[in-house]
């Protein structure tokens, strides 16, 4: 799939209210210091939690946008389905969300083109498991997956 393809797709999956939805994650579960992002005008609730398949198939896993009140952080947080399936994580973090809002989507299994910043082509990546589309605004986007058992990031756009 071409960039441009996968960044307008991204879009799209984003302002469909059937894949990212409102919401509180268990905050009980969520690791200490780290509490689900409150719905803004900055940030509507739409896209703040989602749902999906994202270690294996059949277990519903809780992909929320979170923040943390003491470091000023704000990051990513998986909560397993199962408790087989491990503790909440934090995947991913970053800092100023103003500028461009976080939003997530659902991602389907497939074939994904990465950013290729050294000017070289690179490979598809095939992708296994339904995974996190996290979009900065128009700024980027990436695809956040699991696979040999962790969470890796893909750029599709910058």
Not at 4 to 31: D, N
Not at 77 to 98: M, R
Not at 137 to 153: K, L, Q, R, T, V
Request: aromatic share 6%; with cysteine.
């Amino acid at each position: 799939m071409k960039r441009a393809g996968l960044a307008a797709s991204l879009l799209l999956a984003l302002s469909s209210a059937g894949y990212a939805h409102g919401g509180t994650a268990p905050i009980q579960q969520l690791p200490q210091g780290w509490t689900p992002l409150p719905a803004s005008a900055a940030a509507p609730e739409a896209g703040l939690t989602l749902s999906g398949q994202f270690q294996h198939q059949g277990n519903a896993d809780t992909a929320v946008l979170v923040q943390n009140g003491q470091g000023g952080a704000y990051g990513l947080a998986v909560v397993p389905g199962t408790p087989a399936d491990g503790a909440a994580s934090i995947v991913k973090t970053f800092k100023d969300i103003h500028a461009n809002p976080p939003r997530l989507s659902l991602i389907h299994p497939g074939s994904y083109q990465p950013v290729c910043h050294s000017g070289e082509s690179c490979a598809p990546l095939s992708i296994a498991n339904e995974s996190i589309g996290l979009c900065f605004g128009e700024a980027s986007c990436e695809i956040i997956y699991f696979a040999d058992g962790a969470y890796h990031e893909m750029h599709v756009t910058d």
